[in-house]
């Protein structure tokens, strides 16, 4: 079974930073795409930050220049670093696993996972 368990979330005050975790466990033999996305009530989830197996980055243009996004392919971890946050930053943040590889022979699937979330909250 696939699980992805986030890490880091809290409250901080605008221009602070934060560090995001997420960490992919199960009988994981490749993962696609890793990236996180956030969502405040209301409004639909959307893209922070994505990154390749290769390394490639993909930023929303909200966060360019604040946030960088750093994976571990050994590992199946991905992070977000964030720096000189803003109140509009606030929302719950999901990490996603796109094209995940589990199982192996017969058995093998390939699917998209979420984890749970981890709440943000800038402010003063």
């Known amino acids: 079974q696939v699980q992805l368990v986030e890490s880091g979330g809290g409250l901080v005050q605008p221009g602070g930073s934060l560090r995001l975790s997420c960490a992919a466990s199960g009988r994981i033999s490749s993962i696609n795409v890793m990236g996180w996305y956030r969502q405040v009530p209301g409004k639909q989830r959307q893209l922070v930050a994505s990154?390749?197996?290769?390394?490639?980055?993909n930023y929303a243009d909200s966060v360019k220049g604040r946030f960088t996004i750093s994976r571990d392919n050994a590992k199946n971890t991905v992070s977000l670093q964030m720096n000189s946050l803003k109140p509009e930053d606030t929302a719950v943040y999901y990490c996603?696993?796109?094209?995940?590889?589990?199982?192996?022979?017969?058995?093998?699937?390939?699917?998209?996972?979420w984890g749970q979330g981890t709440q943000v909250t800038v402010s003063s």
């Open positions: 996603k696993a796109e094209g995940l590889g589990y199982g192996f022979g017969a058995s093998r699937r390939v699917a998209d996972f």
């Open positions: 990154v390749t197996g290769g390394g490639t980055a």
